[in-house]
């Protein structure tokens, strides 16, 4: 498992970004990996990184600084459909604040298909459930985390990949500039 490097705020700044370039490059909202809504609830905003294949990551933020996160690898043997009895694995959502988790709880959000999830209380630092894993074992976060993460030039080399020609309507001088913002 590996834990978020991006403060909460930077977080969203990057997945916000992200989204309005996925936006900027697709008319199709069931084409789009990444989406942003500023005003999910009342103070609270919610990114989605979603690769339409099975795996998504929802990342909550509160106008007070507060965030969670909560990813899903289906490939992973820590998701409940792996397991015998089908169950988040204990600890994940161990000493998360109850206030984020009512956030996971939305029907839309599938809050039983998780294979990690974070949160911060302070908007600085981010935390993990007690959750324990064998050896080798890996929750998705490896490779989810770093979708959410991008920057500028990181966004290019995958959107340069995943939308191909189609890239050129927003060019890197338009990723770089969204950004930038």
Request: proline share 3%.
């Amino acid at each position: 498992m590996i834990k978020p490097h991006l403060t909460p705020r930077q977080l969203q700044r990057s997945m916000q970004a992200a989204a309005a370039c996925d936006a900027a490059l697709s008319d199709e909202d069931w084409l789009r990996t990444f989406f942003y809504e500023a005003h999910w609830q009342d103070g609270v905003a919610m990114a989605k990184f979603d690769n339409g294949s099975g795996d998504h990551v929802f990342v909550f933020f509160t106008d007070d600084g507060m965030a969670v996160m909560k990813g899903f690898d289906h490939e992973s043997e820590i998701s409940p459909h792996a397991r015998e009895v089908y169950a988040v694995w204990p600890g994940l959502y161990h000493g998360l604040p109850a206030r984020l988790m009512q956030l996971l709880q939305d029907e839309s959000v599938e809050h039983e298909d998780v294979t990690f999830c974070f949160w911060s209380s302070n908007g600085e630092t981010w935390q993990a459930g007690q959750a324990e894993f064998a050896e080798g074992m890996q929750d998705g976060s490896n490779w989810l985390l770093p979708m959410l993460q991008m920057d500028a030039e990181e966004f290019i080399a995958w959107a340069q990949t995943n939308y191909e020609d189609d890239f050129e309507q927003l060019g890197a001088a338009g990723v770089r500039k969204i950004f930038a913002q």
